[in-house]
């Protein structure tokens, strides 16, 4: 399994950015579909978005969808999550995750998880 260190996480206003950035260790990173899921208080975690391990495809949720953007660097090992437009609704506990797989895109395709790292919007 993959090896997965969040980091990037802060409070930021409605209507701002953050990246977020995964550093990923262990198996050859770049033979794993990648991804973002998010857990809010008293919520179920949701899939935010994912990439395959090509970079040439990549899924979102409609609650992020025009906002949000799941970017790779295969030569770092390095999976990014640039947040734009952030809404109060987007703070949670953001993962980052692997994928022994292609392509990923429900929360029980992945296999390895990191920490976590907590975004909080204010209104």
């Known amino acids: 399994q993959a090896q997965l260190v969040e980091s990037g996480g802060g409070l930021v206003q409605a209507g701002g950015s953050l990246r977020l950035s995964c550093a990923a260790s262990g198996r050859t990173f770049s033979s794993y579909a990648m991804g973002w899921c998010r857990q809010a208080p008293g919520k179920e975690r949701e899939l935010v978005a994912t990439?395959?391990?090509?970079?040439?495809?990549?899924y979102f949720a409609d609650s992020v969808k025009g906002r949000f953007t799941i970017s790779r660097d295969n030569a770092e090992n390095t999976v990014y999550l640039q947040m734009n437009s952030l809404k109060p609704e987007d703070t949670a506990v953001y993962y980052c995750?692997?994928?022994?797989?292609?392509?990923?895109?429900?929360?029980?395709?992945?296999?390895?998880w990191g920490q976590g790292t907590q975004v909080t919007v204010s209104s």
């Open positions: 990439i395959t391990w090509t970079g040439t495809s990549t």
């Open positions: 995750a692997a994928a022994s797989r292609y392509y990923a895109k429900r929360l029980a395709d992945f296999d390895s």
